[in-house]
């Protein structure tokens, strides 16, 4: 009896892998953050979708026509999971106008 158990507790625990692992690896695509940081909206999302990833957007509270990437998150040349989503922060694109708050809208 503690034969059988010592087999069973070895066939579950004794395999090699740690603990999780099942020996079976899955390559997961992975694909570089392109910088848009300083570019429009529209071409921004371009360049992100063009790279396999998904574009969000969090806007500056501030009332102006005239949009650009201010910073992105992940940043640039960082290497991520293809369809992942990479969140552009916009701002006015006169350096002048002031920025205190930021309001999203996801994809």
């Known amino acids: 009896m503690i034969v059988l158990l010592l087999l069973i507790l070895g066939l579950l625990y004794g395999s090699g892998a740690s603990h999780g692992e099942t020996g079976v690896t ?8 392109p910088n848009v940081t300083g570019l429009a909206p529209a071409s921004a999302a371009r360049r992100i979708r063009g790279a396999g990833l998904v ?20 940043s640039a040349g960082s290497t991520v999971s293809r369809g992942s989503r990479v969140l552009l922060r916009l701002a006015p694109a006169h350096r002048h106008t002031p920025c205190n708050a930021y309001s999203g809208t996801l994809p």
Request: with cysteine; proline share 11%; aromatic share 4%.
């Open 55 to 74: 574009p969000a957007q969090a806007r500056c509270n501030a009332a102006v026509a005239i949009w650009s990437v201010r910073s992105q998150r992940p």
């Open 26 to 33: 899955s390559a997961v695509p992975t694909t570089r953050v």
